[in-house]
């Protein structure tokens, strides 16, 4: 069974304070996700990284996946209100069709 | 292009009844995967379906829950006789095809209440 560790469970910073949380795995993955889910609503993917190595940024936000695929994490840069939610990093196996593996989540809390 | 659209996005059952959760993919999409997200558990893969076919159904419960994609329509994922640990979001993701490392897009949820 693949199992997705995420570190922290919770996060409370204040406003331009900078940020990183971790996904971490004993398995490989072909690729991993990022979601941000807001209370009642659906996960939205903020990013798909594919190649171990691989950096990708959005904005504020940059992402890594580990070089061995197992592990990824997602810095932000001076954290604004809008950027409070549950940060989850789901995980697509090596085998022929992607169901994803999900972590439960870093819930991030930014106080103005 | 709409995205997934999930329907009802509330859904409130007796113990013993049945509850029917609908699932419309995104324009172009023909993957459709169901989550059932838990407090303090995460999301959990239940069942992957392609248009008329199960793909791979090892995430679901072995009684009582049932899904299909048919040709025309939505997804539907089925519960019978509800019980009150069925309590959950349930969330339908779409994706354009099957292979690994695809992205996939996520519905807004049902989230059913069993009393």
């Known amino acids: 069974t693949q199992l997705l560790e995420q570190s922290p469970q919770f996060l409370s910073i204040q406003e331009g304070e900078n940020l990183t949380v971790y996904c971490n795995s004993s398995s490989v993955f072909s690729s991993l996700q990022w979601y941000r889910q807001e209370p009642g609503e659906g996960p939205v993917l903020l990013v798909t990284?594919?190649?171990?190595?691989e950096v990708k940024k959005l904005k504020r936000l940059t992402f890594q996946f580990g070089d061995a695929r197992k592990d990824s994490s997602l810095h932000i840069t001076a954290a604004q209100p809008g950027d409070t939610g549950l940060y989850l990093c789901?995980?697509?196996?090596?085998?022929?069709?992607?169901?994803?593996?999900f972590g439960k989540g870093t819930m991030l809390l930014v106080s103005p | 292009n709409a995205g997934v659209m999930q329907n009802p996005r509330h859904l409130v059952r007796r113990r013993g009844q049945e509850a029917r959760l609908r699932c419309s993919p995104m324009?172009?999409?023909?993957?459709v995967y169901w989550y059932r997200q838990l407090p303090e558990e995460g999301l959990k893969f239940m069942v992957y379906l392609q248009k008329e076919n199960i793909i791979d159904e090892s995430g679901m419960p072995k009684e009582r829950f049932s899904a299909e994609f048919p040709k025309e329509g939505p997804s539907i994922l089925r519960i019978q006789q509800v019980v009150r640990g069925d309590s959950a979001a349930y969330f339908c993701a779409s994706s354009p095809i099957g292979e690994r490392g695809n992205e996939q897009f996520f519905g807004p949820g049902t989230r059913l209440t069993v009393l």
């Open positions: 324009k172009g999409h023909s993957h």
């Open positions: 789901a995980g697509a196996s090596s085998e022929r069709y992607s169901t994803l593996t």
């Open positions: 990284v594919v190649t171990g190595g």
